[in-house]
């Protein structure tokens, strides 16, 4: 390590290169001595891109964050847009960050997020259990929250029990933004609102509210007004509360099913989905304490039915 703490290297980087050379000048571990290379990139950032296989060390893809480096030694980190057959092996699943500790992924709507009794195979749950196991046999993913079969956008995934039952029990602190779009039917009279409620569920498995306190799990919900037409609104959603179902029973309650949810009140089937999207996700990272921010745009589908 030099006088200003970085480790000694020669990088090689033309303007259109697809990758960045390193030349190891003395002993050092893989993470260190990226993460002092290249200059700008966080020590997140550059997890995430010996997560996903992006890193090579003498021509070997290399996803240890420990792996000890020797003098002599060629590292190379690759910046192709396509990350690595890992990923493109993921059917309805984008992977959006990926680190030692988290998965955050964008789901797309009509993939589940872990199996049922029906469908096993085909969720995000059981595709990202097998693309972290490319790497290391041992590996898993567990699940965080969850989004509905027909929901899609933001959602993250812990590496270990321990980061799952770290983040699960200080939910309401490591979680600092978590905000859907949701497209309901009507127009809003209000341009902003607030519901609360106690929310149950029947015997056919159907969520409802209860106004009586602690008749049930509070639920308490928060809603914008983002554009507003004759038939229908697009609603920012933000939740205080985290329960089954909570969006849509609470727009049923209020008059405003969200479009293509015919299991709680929408008469509509406009966008062939249901109207509901994970926009925000922002949480404080479980190791380093750095909030992180994940955004996934709103459906263009969504906007469709404003169009005149």
């Not at 960050?97 to 059981?126: F, N």
């Not at 799952?164 to 341009?191: F, H, K």
């Not at 149950?200 to 049930?216: C, F, L």
């Amino acid at each position: 390590m030099n006088k200003k703490g970085r480790f000694p290297a020669q990088a090689t980087e033309g303007k259109k290169a697809s990758a960045t050379e390193l030349v190891v000048e003395q002993p050092a571990e893989l993470l260190d001595f990226v993460l002092a290379s290249l200059a700008g990139r966080s020590r997140n950032s550059v997890k995430s891109i010996l997560a996903r296989g992006q890193i090579t060390v003498d021509g070997r893809t290399v996803t240890k964050y420990d792996h000890p480096l020797k003098p002599g030694q060629q590292v190379a980190v690759s910046w192709a847009k396509v990350i690595g057959e890992r990923e493109s092996q993921l059917a309805g699943l984008s992977i959006l960050h990926e680190d030692e500790d988290v998965i955050v992924v964008h789901k797309e709507a009509g993939l589940l997020s872990i199996a049922t009794a029906q469908e096993k195979d085909m969720t995000a749950y059981r595709q990202l259990m097998e693309h972290v196991r490319r790497s290391d046999p041992r590996a898993r993913v567990f699940i965080l929250h969850r989004l509905d079969r027909d929901t899609s956008g933001v959602m993250m995934f812990a590496k270990s029990e321990r980061v799952q039952q770290q983040l699960q029990n200080d939910w309401q602190d490591a979680v600092q933004e978590r905000t859907y779009v949701a497209l309901v039917e009507g127009a809003v009279r209000s341009p902003e609102g607030t519901v609360k409620s106690w929310l149950k569920e029947n015997k056919a498995m159907v969520m409802y509210s209860s106004q009586k306190p602690d008749d049930g799990q509070l639920a308490i919900t928060h809603y914008k007004a983002l554009k507003t037409g004759k038939d229908y609104s697009l609603l920012e959603v933000r939740l205080e509360t985290g329960r089954k179902n909570q969006i849509r029973v609470h727009m049923k309650d209020i008059g405003h099913p969200v479009v293509g949810d015919k299991k709680y009140g929408s008469r509509s089937g406009a966008i062939g989905r249901l109207g509901l999207h994970a926009h925000v996700l922002a949480f404080r990272h479980p190791r380093s304490g750095e909030v992180m921010r994940f955004e996934s745009k709103v459906p263009p589908v969504f906007m469709r039915v404003f169009k005149e």
